[in-house]
């Protein structure tokens, strides 16, 4: 596969450009171009400049009206904090715009109070989706302390009922537990950093099975690959030889397809398509059954296709538990007590899907000084690594790994991401000139 490398800061520049361009102010604009290229230098690109919840994710949600101006996901606004009750938990309304920016405004304020009190935790209500926890966690760290984060998300995943076997005899009526279960949490990830002496341990991960991060990117890539279009009705149809359908008529069939050529025939295409399929298991239809080939992210995505709880559908109680728990936590700050995507009988949605998060902070020299601390962390890490052999890596350890190497040979990026970069710059609301070498 053909790479080609970009510097970071260039990343960072040209997404700052973008935003700038479309009306956000300039620190707004920098501080989501900064955290969506930190997912890249990661290694995590479905949560980066090009990823799923990406910078064109951005620009469309910002003009994404639905016929309502009151339904414009992301806004150009600022937060607002509310007053203080307590001196160590803070809270703050978001007002719809963009996540990062919040958070990132917010970060040093709890440095500074956690550094005071040993403690300090904020609410964010009325968000957008601010990328990947572990960024802010890790931020936090180097400062010496402990923390965790978290968000909440549209619904994809549905409540654990009970031990379910889709392979065995019983699978039919297995399956038919699923009736009338709906889709009730997001993914809700959660990021948690304890740093040690000259080093950090994250784990970041979804209280789901898996990120859905992978199965948008997918559904996006063939959506393009396929010709698949909106209306201005929000409307999703796909060109069948000399004809247009509604995507809603065939997604669900052609996505459980198990082969590429199978999904093709259901399509009628004789075309040589390449179209993508998620991971095994990823994501699961409304029986329980595995979907392969997602089209696109339209309403039968969104009422039909989810992702099963950590754990599975056959030991998910304790992801779903988590999962809830999370849920449960950003309530307390504010954030919706119900479903945050609510859609219509046509698949439109009746929500804004503004989400919810939370940063905590605290301090590691709880029972003997700093250093000591730091020392007493590393001596825990280095006994887990002996008992590895050697040949594990730390939660985290790889991402960071991945970080150095990228800041000094620069983000790989493939063809079809540098792609979507020119098509956002080519954008009519931005028009700017995609020129990084």
Not at 179 to 190: A, L
Request: aromatic content about 8%; hydrophobic content about 40%; charged content about 25%.
């Amino acid at each position: 596969m053909d790479l080609q490398r970009y510097r970071a800061e260039d990343l960072i520049q040209f997404g700052k450009n973008v935003l700038i361009k479309i009306g956000f102010p300039e620190k707004q604009a920098y501080a989501a171009a900064k955290i969506l290229v930190e997912a890249d230098l990661r290694g995590d690109h479905a949560h980066g400049i090009t990823g799923a919840k990406s910078l064109d994710d951005i620009v469309a949600n910002l003009y994404d009206y639905e016929g309502k101006p009151e339904f414009a996901r992301t806004q150009i606004a600022d937060f607002t904090a509310d007053k203080q009750k307590y001196p160590t938990i803070l809270s703050f309304d978001a007002h719809g715009t963009l996540g990062h920016y919040v958070a990132l405004e917010i970060i040093p304020q709890l440095i500074q109070t956690a550094n005071k009190f040993g403690y300090a935790k904020a609410y964010i209500r009325n968000s957008t989706h601010f990328g990947n926890c572990g960024i802010y966690s890790e931020m936090i760290a180097s400062h010496d302390l402990a923390a965790k984060v978290t968000c909440t998300s549209p619904p994809y995943t549905k409540p654990f009922i009970e031990l379910q076997d889709m392979d065995n005899e019983q699978s039919t009526a297995n399956r038919a537990r699923y009736d009338g279960v709906q889709k009730r949490f997001g993914t809700n990830p959660i990021a948690w950093t304890i740093p040690y002496q000259n080093g950090m341990v994250t784990i970041d991960m979804a209280a789901t099975q898996r990120a859905v991060s992978p199965a948008l990117e997918v559904a996006k890539f063939n959506a393009k690959v396929l010709g698949i279009i909106k209306d201005a009705d929000g409307i999703f149809t796909i060109p069948l030889g000399n004809q247009k359908r509604k995507l809603s008529e065939v997604h669900l069939s052609v996505a459980r397809s198990e082969t590429q050529k199978e999904a093709l025939r259901k399509l009628g295409s004789a075309k040589s398509i390449k179209l993508r399929a998620v991971e095994k298991g990823l994501l699961k239809g409304p029986e329980g059954e595995n979907i392969h080939f997602p089209l696109a992210f339209d309403e039968v995505f969104k009422t039909q296709f989810w992702v099963a709880p950590l754990g599975g559908t056959y030991f998910g109680y304790k992801g779903f538990g988590l999962n809830m728990l999370i849920e449960l936590d950003n309530v307390i700050g504010g954030g919706a007590p119900g479903l945050i995507r609510i859609l219509d009988s046509e698949g439109k949605r009746t929500t804004l899907e503004r989400v919810s998060q939370t940063l905590e902070v605290y301090a590691i020299d709880i029972v003997v000084p700093l250093e000591e601390a730091k020392m007493r962390l590393k001596e825990a890490v280095d006994t887990t690594i002996r008992c590895g052999n050697r040949l594990m890596y730390l939660p985290g350890q790889k991402e960071q790994e991945t970080k150095k190497e990228y800041l000094v040979h620069g983000i790989p990026m493939t063809a079809e991401r540098i792609a979507r970069l020119r098509s956002v710059a080519a954008d009519k609301r931005v028009g700017i000139v995609f020129d990084l070498e």
